[in-house]
Each structure stands twice: as structure tokens, then as C-alpha cells.
């Protein structure tokens, strides 16, 4: 029988989860964990970590991902102590609105840092051990706005966009090398990330009881990790019934 993502039967699989202190990162690393998973649980907010991994086990590994150099830095240590993760879920990122015409150079570098530059960091600093032991599965957590448009959604849009052109490339560049990778494509999902919108002032945004929880993404994460390794699941969207 094929065995599940990780490949390393017998001993417990290693889930890194980059977001891990709110939201859909922190439902993921609770979900996996309580399915067995070695959780390392990244994001900046080292407080915040400290309580997921209070739940979780594991370990914390705080790093700002649009910082290449802590990216490697942190994959230095942790593949110092030969812990190649079995699981990469990359969740962290950023979600600003404004018009196209009040979109700042800054505001779109801020969501293009967090959101395509972070993976892309995360995934370059650990992908060539996965590569070299031939097993491991990247999941990114794109959006919907990476393939429909939405008004005010410029900068975020350009960056899930990009990510889902990031994701297909990788798609092909693993094929037959043990390594997979899948994209999670949620709708509006009832976390922290829309506190500072207030959706539910707002007739232009969802109201939060119609939005997906965390929790459903994180069994999407959850499914894709639980595959054979000989099966891949590219693309996974999420959306209310
Ligand atoms: N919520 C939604 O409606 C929705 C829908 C579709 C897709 N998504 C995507 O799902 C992912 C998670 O969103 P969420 O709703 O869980 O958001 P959230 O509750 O605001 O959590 C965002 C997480 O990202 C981390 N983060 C942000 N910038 C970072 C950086 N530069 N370096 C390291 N960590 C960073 C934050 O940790 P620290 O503050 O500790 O750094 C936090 O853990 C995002 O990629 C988002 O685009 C969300």
C-alpha cells in the first residue's frame, strides 16, 4: 500500500506551517497536529506562537517570510538538526483593499512581499532537501482573487495571481521527483485578517457567518497531506455552499 505525504513511515511526519499564529495557519498546525503531525509553527508574532505550540507541540520558528534572509536563516537551523519537513503549508499573507487608482507602490509591495515573495522564499529554502530525499508535499494557500476579479482587490489579486503562476510552474518542475504540490483556493474564510475591514459594516463585503471557517481549510490541508504518495491533487477551491 502507498504510503501517506510525508514517506517516512514509523516515525512521526514534520508539518511546517508558515502563518501559525492566526487564522488558517493556526486551524492547519491544530488539525495536523492532532492528527499526529511534528508541527513547526512559523509566523512573526513570537507570543502568539508560543501559545499555538503550547497546543500543538512542536516547535516555533519565527521568520518574516518577505525577508529572504531570515527565510534561510530559520531553514539553516532547522535542517541543521536534520529535520527536513515531510508537509510545507505556506498560509501566511496579507489582504488589503483599496482601488486600483489609491493602490500605494507600498501597498502592493506589501502583499506581493507577504503573499508571492514569501512562498516563494519558503519554498526555495527547503524545497532542495525534499528534493534530495525524493518525498514532501508543498501546499500553498492561495484565493479565489488568484483567479476571479474582485474591485479593490488590485494589489492582493497581483499577488494570488502570481502565486497561482508560481504554483504551476512548480506543478511541472516536481513532476516525477517524489515532491507535490497543491494550491487551496478558499473563498472569504471568518479569520482574523478581516478585523481591521469590519466586513460586517460593510454592504460591499461578506458578512462573517457567511464566510467558511478556518477549520475548513485546514481539512483541505488535512485531506491533501493524508494522500498516497503516488497521488497528486493540484488544486483544491473551497467556496460556501
Ligand atoms: N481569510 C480569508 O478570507 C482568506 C480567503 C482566501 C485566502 N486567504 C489566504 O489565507 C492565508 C491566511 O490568511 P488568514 O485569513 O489566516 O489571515 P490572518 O488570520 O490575518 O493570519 C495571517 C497569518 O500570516 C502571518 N503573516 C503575515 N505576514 C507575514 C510575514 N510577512 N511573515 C510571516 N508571517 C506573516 C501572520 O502572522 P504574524 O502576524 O505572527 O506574522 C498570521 O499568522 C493568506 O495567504 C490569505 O491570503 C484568506
Given at each position: 500500500m502507498a504510503r501517506a505525504a510525508g514517506g517516512r513511515s514509523g516515525s512521526a511526519r514534520t508539518a511546517l506551517v508558515t502563518?501559525?499564529?492566526?487564522g488558517i495557519g493556526r486551524a492547519t498546525a491544530e488539525r495536523l497536529a492532532a492528527e499526529g503531525w511534528d508541527i513547526v509553527a512559523c509566523g512573526r508574532d513570537e507570543a502568539r506562537l508560543d501559545l499555538v505550540v503550547g497546543a500543538t507541540g512542536g516547535r516555533a520558528l519565527p521568520f518574516d517570510v518577505s525577508d529572504g534572509g531570515a527565510v534561510s536563516a530559520a531553514a539553516k537551523s532547522l535542517l541543521s538538526s536534520d529535520m527536513v519537513p515531510d508537509l510545507l503549508v505556506l498560509s501566511a499573507g496579507v489582504f488589503d483593499l483599496a482601488p486600483v487608482h489609491e493602490t500605494t507602490s507600498e501597498l502592493l509591495d506589501r502583499n506581493l512581499d507577504a503573499n508571492l515573495r514569501g512562498p516563494f522564499h519558503v519554498v526555495r529554502a527547503f524545497l532542495p532537501p525534499m528534493l534530495a530525499r525524493g518525498s514532501g508535499l508543498v501546499v500553498m494557500i492561495g484565493s479565489v482573487s488568484g483567479r476571479r476579479a474582485f474591485p479593490g482587490n488590485g494589489a492582493y489579486s497581483a499577488s494570488k495571481f502570481g502565486l497561482r503562476g508560481f504554483h504551476e510552474v512548480l506543478v511541472e518542475e516536481l513532476r516525477g521527483t517524489g515532491v507535490r504540490a497543491s494550491l487551496v483556493e478558499p473563498g472569504a474564510v471568518d479569520t482574523p485578517l478581516w478585523d481591521v475591514l469590519d466586513p460586517d459594516t460593510r454592504a460591499d463585503l461578506p458578512d462573517r457567518k457567511q464566510m467558511l471557517r478556518a477549520d475548513d481549510v485546514a481539512g483541505a490541508v488535512s485531506y491533501l497531506a493524508g494522500l498516497p504518495e503516488d497521488v497528486s491533487v493540484p488544486l483544491i477551491q473551497i467556496q460556501r455552499a
Open positions: 502563518g501559525a499564529s492566526r
